[in-house]
């Protein structure tokens, strides 16, 4: 098979489109021709060297964790899929025409969903809503999204409001725009000092970016709430020994995955979609996602 080959850290330059060895399936697991993958932060970090303290490369290896596709061959025992079904999953490998899932972490494209498009919603809606879950939000009680314009951020404001929450989209000042299609109740600038000082006490926060935000908006949570972040407790955290830190990571879920994606499929959460590059482009893909705001990149065997 064609898939994107790495032989070594470095910059979107070391993605190099070669021939490696078909994958074959094992007991339980399930070979899907891919469709697309996409381009994902933990992807350019990962093949820059920036995660390899905890997430390393074997070299020659490939990255990838999103992909859809349909199934081309199932391993021994398993079960609940047919050859030609068409799947998605957060998985690995994923930048090569075929690759190999375990079947409790693929989930079915629900019908009326494009599965090229597919490809852009298992990490960043898993991601979202289990972000959102971690901080207990309910009904009646007012949650802040810190990064509500990117994907991860959207998929926690549906979450919250499908709970029933009151959801302040933590965006910014140049982000207005793009932001009305995220479903919040309020935007706030987080780069606007006089904004998040008029904010009233929250009972959570939900933050995708960490840094200088982080450390404004923690002081906005009232004693008991709840800080969830994905990328580490603010450092001023043990000043606030009254709120509650949560370090979410991700893991899939397949029941999660189909209702995030039913709601994408349905026009509740718009998830947007960028370019689609070939797999053979990827080194363009990786540069053009490094530098933002393009929406989901896809890569398309």
């Given at each position: 098979?064609?898939?994107?080959?790495?032989?070594?850290?470095?910059?979107?330059?070391?993605?190099?489109?070669?021939?490696?060895?078909?994958?074959?399936?094992?007991?339980?697991?399930?070979?899907?021709?891919?469709?697309?993958?996409?381009?994902?932060?933990?992807d350019y970090?990962?093949?820059?060297?920036?995660?390899?303290?905890?997430?390393?490369?074997?070299?020659?290896?490939?990255?990838?964790?999103?992909?859809?596709?349909?199934?081309?061959?199932?391993?021994?025992?398993?079960?609940?899929?047919?050859?030609?079904?068409?799947?998605?999953?957060?998985?690995?490998?994923?930048?090569?025409?075929?690759?190999?899932?375990?079947a409790d972490?693929?989930?079915?494209?629900?019908?009326?969903?494009?599965?090229?498009?597919?490809?852009?919603?298992p990490l960043?809606?898993?991601?979202?809503?289990?972000?959102?879950?971690?901080?207990?939000?309910?009904?009646?009680?007012?949650?802040?999204?810190?990064?509500?314009?990117?994907?991860?951020?959207?998929?926690?404001?549906?979450?919250?409001?499908?709970?029933?929450?009151?959801?302040?989209?933590?965006?910014?000042?140049?982000?207005?725009?793009?932001?009305?299609?995220?479903?919040?109740?309020?935007?706030?600038?987080?780069?606007?000092?006089?904004?998040?000082?008029?904010?009233?006490?929250?009972?959570?926060?939900?933050?995708?970016?960490?840094?200088?935000?982080?450390?404004?908006?923690?002081?906005?949570?009232?004693?008991?709430?709840?800080?969830?972040?994905?990328?580490?407790?603010?450092?001023?955290?043990?000043?606030?020994?009254?709120?509650?830190?949560?370090?979410?990571?991700?893991?899939?879920?397949?029941?999660?995955?189909?209702?995030?994606?039913?709601?994408?499929?349905?026009?509740?959460?718009?998830?947007?979609?960028?370019?689609?590059?070939?797999?053979?482009?990827?080194?363009?893909?990786?540069?053009?996602?490094?530098?933002?705001?393009?929406?989901?990149?896809?890569?398309?065997?």
């Amino acid at each position: 098979m064609k898939a994107i080959v790495v032989h070594e850290y470095g910059g979107p330059e070391v993605l190099k489109y070669e021939e490696y060895p078909d994958p074959v399936p094992g007991v339980g697991e399930v070979l899907v021709r891919v469709a697309a993958a996409s381009v994902n932060p933990i992807d350019y970090k990962r093949r820059a060297g920036l995660t390899k303290d905890f997430y390393p490369m074997t070299f020659p290896g490939l990255i990838g964790v999103d992909m859809s596709g349909t199934v081309a061959k199932l391993g021994p025992g398993v079960e609940g899929f047919s050859l030609g079904d068409q799947v998605f999953a957060m998985a690995d490998n994923t930048y090569a025409e075929l690759c190999v899932v375990k079947a409790d972490a693929l989930a079915k494209v629900p019908k009326g969903l494009d599965l090229i498009e597919a490809a852009a919603l298992p990490l960043v809606t898993v991601t979202g809503n289990q972000l959102m879950l971690a901080t207990g939000i309910k009904a009646g009680e007012t949650v802040l999204v810190a990064g509500a314009a990117g994907n991860v951020g959207r998929s926690a404001v549906f979450t919250a409001k499908d709970r029933g929450a009151t959801v302040d989209a933590g965006i910014l000042k140049r982000q207005f725009n793009e932001a009305k299609t995220v479903g919040a109740d309020q935007l706030v600038a987080t780069d606007d000092d006089a904004a998040i000082a008029s904010l009233a006490l929250l009972d959570a926060v939900a933050d995708t970016v960490g840094g200088k935000t982080a450390e404004k908006l923690i002081g906005k949570v009232k004693s008991g709430g709840v800080y969830a972040s994905v990328v580490g407790a603010p450092q001023s955290a043990a000043y606030y020994p009254t709120v509650k830190m949560v370090h979410v990571f991700s893991k899939f879920d397949r029941k999660t995955l189909e209702y995030m994606a039913a709601a994408v499929r349905d026009g509740k959460l718009v998830i947007p979609i960028g370019p689609r590059f070939p797999l053979s482009q990827a080194a363009e893909a990786h540069a053009a996602a490094e530098k933002g705001g393009v929406g989901k990149i896809l890569l398309v065997p």
